[in-house]
């Protein structure tokens, strides 16, 4: 799975971007809002984790998760 974070201009806010293996979008929300239903998505219990991933992440660099 990767992530990216795009950012956003003017009234648009910031947002994540979860991809699979084949790049395809899975999850796209808000980078300043709670993370959940990340069950969804094989992540339950690793949402502190993935939270501070957020925060270090730098915008429109591809990353994959390892977590």
Do not use: H
């Amino acid at each position: 799975m990767y992530i990216i974070k795009v950012k956003g201009k003017a009234k648009i806010p910031d947002y994540i971007q979860l991809r699979d293996e084949n790049f395809v979008l899975i999850a796209y929300f808000r980078a300043d809002r709670p993370l959940k239903n990340m069950d969804k998505y094989g992540l339950e219990g690793k949402e502190a984790a993935l939270q501070e991933l957020i925060s270090n992440l730098p915008f429109g660099k591809l990353q994959k998760i390892e977590l």
